[in-house]
C-alpha cells in the first residue's frame, strides 16, 4: 500500500507568513493527489486536486505542486482563518483506494 | 447549493450493528460516486468504501472489507452504509462526501458527520 507522509506534523506561524507543507509518497503517484483543509469539528474543505489544480472558490494564496513522490501545499501569507489542520489525499483508480496523510496542524504563534 | 446529511449514529455494543445514511441534495446524485471516510477522536482521516454511481463498482478499505456495506437509492438520494460486527476501533466520526462523475475522483463536497461510538 502507498504510505503518505506529512511533515511537518505540528507548524507554528504567524499572521502574513508564506508557509509550506510537505507530503512524501512512498511510490510514485504521478500527480494523482489532494489537498484538504479542517477546521476543528468541521468536516474537511478540498483546496487543491491533481497536485496543483486550484477548487473552485478557493483563495489563490493557496497553491500546491508536485508530482511522483513529493507534493506541497503553499499559503502565501497566512490569514486567521488558515489555521487548521491540513491533509494530503492520494488516489489509486484500480484497484480503487484512498490514502490520507496523518495530518499538519497549523497554529498561530 | 450542494448538501449532503448524515444520520444514524449512536452508540453501540462491540458485535452490533448501525445503519448509516445520507441524505444528499442541490446536485445530481445519480451523477456522481459518492464516498464514506471516517475520523477517530483525535485523529486523521480513514477513506471507508466508494461506490460508483450507478453502483457497479463498490471499494472497502481493508480495515472494513466483510463487515460493512455500502449502497445506494438512486430514487431517493441517498446514500448508506451497513456496519455490523462492529469493533471499538470503528469507533469515529463517519462523514458522506462526493466524488466525481468517475469513480476515482476527490471529494468535493462532505456532510457535517454522524457519531459511532462502539462501547459497552
Known amino acids: 500500500d502507498i504510505q503518505l507522509t506529512q511533515s511537518p506534523s505540528f507548524l507554528s506561524a504567524s499572521v502574513g507568513d508564506r508557509v509550506t507543507i510537505t507530503c512524501r509518497a512512498s511510490?510514485?503517484?504521478?500527480?494523482?493527489l489532494a489537498w484538504y483543509q479542517q477546521k476543528p469539528g468541521k468536516a474537511p474543505k478540498l483546496l487543491i486536486y491533481?497536485?496543483?489544480t486550484l477548487q473552485s472558490g478557493v483563495p489563490s494564496r493557496f497553491s500546491g505542486s508536485g508530482s511522483g513522490t513529493e507534493f506541497t501545499l503553499t499559503i502565501s501569507s497566512l490569514q486567521p482563518e488558515d489555521f487548521a489542520t491540513y491533509y494530503c489525499?492520494?488516489?489509486?483508480?484500480?484497484?480503487?483506494?484512498?490514502?490520507f496523510g496523518q495530518g499538519t496542524k497549523l497554529e498561530i504563534k | 447549493e450542494v448538501q449532503l446529511v448524515e444520520s444514524g449514529g449512536g452508540l453501540v455494543k462491540p458485535g452490533g450493528s448501525l445503519r448509516l445514511s445520507c441524505a444528499a441534495s442541490?446536485?445530481?446524485?445519480?451523477?456522481?460516486?459518492m464516498n464514506w471516510v471516517r475520523q477517530a477522536p483525535g485523529k486523521g482521516l480513514e477513506w471507508v468504501s466508494s461506490?460508483?454511481?450507478?453502483?457497479?463498482?463498490?471499494y472497502y478499505a481493508d480495515s472494513v472489507k466483510g463487515r460493512f456495506t455500502i449502497s445506494r437509492d438512486n430514487a431517493k438520494n441517498s446514500l448508506y452504509l451497513q456496519m455490523n460486527s462492529l469493533r471499538a476501533e470503528d469507533t469515529a466520526v463517519y462523514y458522506c462526501?462526493?466524488?466525481?462523475?468517475?469513480?476515482?475522483?476527490?471529494?468535493?463536497?462532505w456532510g457535517q458527520g454522524t457519531l459511532v461510538t462502539v462501547s459497552s
Open positions: 511510490q510514485g503517484i504521478s500527480s494523482y
Open positions: 442541490g446536485f445530481t446524485f445519480s451523477s456522481y460516486s
Open positions: 461506490i460508483s454511481s450507478s453502483s457497479s463498482y463498490i
Open positions: 489525499q492520494q488516489l489509486n483508480s484500480y484497484p480503487l483506494w484512498y490514502t
Open positions: 491533481a497536485a496543483s
Open positions: 462526501a462526493r466524488g466525481g462523475g468517475q469513480l476515482a475522483d476527490y471529494f468535493d463536497y
